[in-house]
């Protein structure tokens, strides 16, 4: 089993949708939990964090973590095609204290 | 400047050439990391610094060489690399490992010829 997981894609959402974008990880001792927003030729950009069980929202971004169930995800309300982008999932292990990210999820909004 | 700063953008080398990247963050940071992007390939954590010192390498050939002279600069001395070492090579950088997440420098993209 993958330490973090993420579906590959390519997610294709028309725009004005939400996108739904999830991820599974392995290590119950885990403690924070990262999205981060990758164009393509570019490097990562932080975009959501989040610590506690729950819902956190910033915008149209919504982050929601369920720690019993080892899962995070991320919604993007009123997506619109500036968020084509591939979503990479980051997690904080707490025995490494390092970052740990998932592959990335390809989302493509369409016009 | 702000943020972590990677030097070179682009770089083209020769497998015979020796050459450095360069990356400085001006957050007052006390981690750095090099990761490895190959085209369709999730992120490659390369090595990791914390406090200056060298926690962690990911089982990374010896034709890649960093240094860590202090909190703010990191460096990745390259030599005798081979084309499927042509990647973007993405500096970051946090505070206590992770906690509060790692702020991406924009990466070297590097051709190896």
């Known amino acids: 089993q993958k330490e973090v997981e993420q579906n590959s894609g390519p997610l294709s959402v028309p725009e004005g949708a939400i996108a739904s974008l999830n991820c599974t990880y392995s290590d119950r001792g885990s403690q924070s939990f990262f999205w981060y927003r990758q164009y393509s030729g570019k490097s990562p950009e932080l975009i959501m964090s989040?610590?506690?069980?729950g819902d956190k929202e910033d915008g149209r971004f919504t982050a929601q973590l369920n720690k019993a169930s080892q899962y995070v995800s991320l919604l993007i309300r009123d997506s619109q095609p500036s968020d084509s982008a591939t979503y990479l999932c980051?997690?904080?292990?707490?025995?490494?204290?390092?970052?740990?990210f998932g592959s990335g999820t390809q989302l493509t909004v369409l016009p | 400047e702000t943020g972590v700063t990677q030097t070179p953008r682009h770089l083209v080398m020769g497998m015979t050439n020796k050459k450095s990247l360069k990356c400085e963050q001006h957050l007052g940071h006390n981690a750095m990391y090099w990761y490895k992007q190959s085209a369709k390939k999730p992120l490659e954590l390369m090595f990791v610094y914390s406090l200056e010192e060298r926690v962690e390498n990911n089982s990374v050939p010896s034709r890649f060489s960093p240094e860590c002279p202090n909190s703010s600069h990191l460096f990745l001395h390259l030599h005798t690399l081979q084309p499927e070492d042509s990647a973007l090579y993405l500096c970051?950088?946090?505070?206590?490992?992770?906690?509060?997440?790692?702020?991406f420098g924009s990466g070297t993209r590097l051709t190896v010829v």
């Open positions: 989040i610590y506690s069980n």
């Open positions: 980051a997690v904080n292990r707490g025995s490494a204290r390092q970052l740990t």
């Open positions: 970051a950088s946090s505070q206590q490992q992770g906690d509060y997440g790692y702020t």
